[in-house]
Nanobody, 124 residues
Framework: QVQLVESGGGLVQAGGSLRLSCAAS????????MGWFRQAPGKEREFVAA????????NYVDSVKGRFTISRDNAKNTVYLQMSSLKPEDTAVYYC?????????????????WGQGTQVTVSS
């Protein structure tokens, strides 16, 4: 069992930056690859980014490439999502997720545990 708690969301103007954090507790953090997903009102949950167990490999949805960076600190059991050049279309609830398989594919079904989400609102 893994518990995930996101933080760092908020209201920001277009062009601004935010850093999301996800603190994990429970089973060994390095047993899991980690991902970020988001869900906007009236839309399905979508993949944003993922990072491998070691942190050496990452994966991003095309719409955030060059603007968002996922990283992890295994000593702190925390994964981060640094978001820059934010756009109104980035507005969503952002969820952290953990995959025991080590997958960092953009597939919801690969992820076993989920946080409660943190709201990100980007104003124009």
């Amino acid at each position: 069992q893994v518990q995930l708690v996101e933080s760092g969301g908020g209201l920001v103007q277009a062009g601004g930056s935010l850093r999301l954090s996800c603190a994990a507790s429970g089973r060994t953090f390095t047993s899991y690859s980690m991902g970020w997903f988001r869900q906007a009102p009236g839309k399905e949950r979508e993949f944003v980014a993922a990072v491998s167990r070691s942190g050496d490999s990452t994966n991003y949805v095309d719409s955030v490439k060059g603007r968002f960076t996922i990283s992890r600190d295994n000593a702190k059991n925390t994964v981060y999502l640094q978001m820059s050049s934010l756009k109104p279309e980035d507005t969503a609830v952002y969820y952290c997720a953990a995959a025991y398989s080590g997958s960092y594919r953009p597939l919801i079904r690969d992820y076993d545990y989920w946080g409660q989400g943190t709201q990100v609102t980007v104003s124009s």
